[in-house]
């Protein structure tokens, strides 16, 4: 069994959000931004919904854990991501010094944690962040599969 202090437990929670994304008919990715195994922010892609580009899963964790700990800085933070996060997203998570970033599935177009732009590591940035990926990989790319295979 799956406890609050193994990636695998909230990666599975991301994966649940990445349903609700799917269900409104949006690209299923899920995040949940964690603290001493207590969750700070979570969200689900809605960029079609909120009419915001913006509206990435990530965003919207940072946006509700800014909130909830009235600060833009989210340091000794875990961010997890059913889908390696684009170029906004990673540097969004530079500039609010998230410690780690652990996410399931790779994107080669628009990867930024090292598929496509490293930019989550790089050495010119003032912070750089410790990745983890594959967790949970293989349910996050079928859910990914399926949903753009039923788009086509």
Same mark, same amino acid.
């Given at each position: 069994?799956?406890? =609050? ?6 990666? *599975? *929670? ?13 690209? =299923? ?12 922010? *979570? ?64 994107? =080669? ?29 293989? *349910? ?13």
């Amino acid at each position: 069994m799956l406890n =609050p202090t193994d990636h695998q437990y909230w990666m *599975q *929670q991301a994966l649940l959000l990445a349903e609700k994304a799917e269900a409104a008919g949006e690209v =299923p990715v899920g995040a949940i931004l964690v603290k001493d195994n207590e969750i700070l922010g *979570q969200g689900f892609n809605q960029p079609i919904f909120s009419c915001d580009p913006t509206s990435h899963a990530e965003i919207i964790a940072m946006r509700e854990a800014g909130k909830k700990i009235q600060n833009y800085r989210l340091v000794d933070t875990t961010m997890y991501v059913t889908l390696e996060p684009c170029a906004m997203c990673a540097m969004a998570m530079v500039h609010a010094r998230i410690k780690t970033v652990v996410f399931a599935t790779s994107e =080669p177009r628009t990867g930024a944690g090292g598929s496509l732009y490293q930019l989550l590591q790089h050495a010119g940035h003032n912070h750089q962040i410790e990745i983890v990926e594959g967790v949970l990989q293989q *349910q996050s790319a079928e859910m990914l599969k399926r949903f753009f295979k039923a788009r086509r």
